[in-house]
């Protein structure tokens, strides 16, 4: 059975920093890209950043651009979010989403995780 579990979020002071992981775990054949999203209450979730699981194709939204880094480590099926510089306004559920074919002849089909609050507070 596939998995995704986010880890690493939690509390800080506004300037402060915090990074995520994300491991995806189970019968995994193939990975495509992990995305980072996130989602405050009553608001649509919202793309946060994404990166291909080769080659080197990476995009940000313009809202953490400069700010967070993305990052794999394609062995342990694990994507990473650096968040430097945060901002009462980046306090939000962060969920991972990853485009994985779980089958040797599937397609891709996304995943979610259950998501890591992220609060930025003083």
């Known amino acids: 059975q596939v998995q995704l579990v986010e880890s690493g979020g939690g509390l800080v002071q506004p300037g402060g920093s915090l990074r995520l992981s994300c491991a995806a775990s189970?019968?995994?054949?193939?990975?495509?890209?992990m995305r980072w999203y996130r989602q405050t209450p009553g608001k649509e979730r919202e793309f946060v950043a994404t990166m291909a699981w080769s080659g080197p194709d990476i995009s940000y939204s313009d809202s953490v651009k400069g700010r967070f880094t993305i990052s794999r480590d394609n062995a342990k099926n694990t994507v990473y979010l650096q968040m430097n510089s945060l901002k009462p306004e980046d306090t939000a559920g962060y969920y991972c989403?990853?485009?994985?074919?779980?089958?040797?002849?599937?397609?891709?089909?996304?995943?979610w995780g259950q998501g890591t609050q992220v609060t930025v507070s003083s």
């Open positions: 989403n990853a485009q994985l074919q779980i089958t040797p002849a599937g397609h891709y089909s996304d995943y």
């Open positions: 189970g019968s995994i054949v193939s990975i495509a890209a």
